[in-house]
């Protein structure tokens, strides 16, 4: 079955630096390859999402780039804000197949 | 409306209990699916539901029963539960195919 890894486990930048989380999956057959973050008592919110078909996604402060040769795919957030400060989950997706998670990244943004 | 909404938001029951866990999504979506997550932990796959009928149980154990009475709803049935099944209990629908996944709120489960 499909294997996802993601680093770093934790992230803490100054508010307006960027913030960069990576992950790598094992199956090439996966092609959805969707984003979460989720904040403390609250269930994980889709934030962005990408497709094999694509090589990079922007939505204003956030973009999420694949590369499909390398199994990897990454998110990018700009100026980061306080508010950005949440645990962030990566997943990938074979067609019909369910979401596999990675082990998420805890990110704090200092003002 | 990408909306799945949960009920109850918290629940504290006792071992002896019977609870259920409600969620509602109104996106069309014909498949819905039960998560457990503890803390600090990525959600983790019981059940899945694909047009109403049951097509994945990950091994859950049989004091947790499933149901989905139509294509909008989804229960999950607790019974004789143990303390370290204390959890966020997350419900989510997904559209045909590779198409988002929508989670809900959660139930927070605290078993005693």
């Known amino acids: 079955g499909e294997n996802v890894e993601q680093h770093p486990s934790t992230l803490s930048v100054q508010e307006g630096d960027s913030a960069v989380i990576k992950c790598t999956y094992s199956?090439?057959?996966?092609?959805?390859f969707p984003w979460y973050k989720q904040e403390l008592g609250k269930g994980p919110q889709l934030i962005i999402d990408?497709?094999?078909?694509?090589g990079e996604k922007k939505d204003q402060r956030i973009a999420v780039t694949l590369n499909k040769t390398a199994k990897h795919f990454s998110l990018h957030i700009t100026e980061t804000q306080p508010e950005d400060s949440a645990v962030y989950f990566c997943?990938?997706?074979?067609?019909?197949?369910?979401?596999?998670f990675g082990e998420g990244t805890q990110l704090t943004v200092n003002p | 409306d990408t909306e799945v909404t949960q009920t109850p938001k918290h629940l504290v029951m006792g071992m002896t209990n019977k609870k259920s866990l409600k969620c509602e999504q109104h996106?069309?979506?014909?498949?819905m699916y039960w998560y457990k997550q503890k803390a600090k932990k990525p959600p983790e796959l019981m059940f899945v539901?694909?047009?109403?009928?049951?097509?994945i149980n990950e091994s859950v154990p049989s004091r947790f029963s499933p149901e989905c009475p139509n294509s909008s709803l989804l229960n999950l049935h607790l019974h004789a539960l143990q303390p370290e099944d204390s959890a966020l209990y997350l419900c989510?629908?997904?559209?045909?195919?590779?198409?988002?996944?929508?989670f809900g709120q959660g139930t927070r489960l605290t078993v005693v």
């Open positions: 996106m069309g979506h014909r498949a």
């Open positions: 989510a629908s997904r559209g045909p195919m590779n198409t988002e996944a929508f």
């Open positions: 539901y694909s047009y109403e009928k049951l097509s």
């Open positions: 997943a990938a997706s074979m067609p019909g197949s369910r979401l596999t």
């Open positions: 990408i497709r094999s078909n694509v």
């Open positions: 199956d090439s057959a996966s092609n959805y």
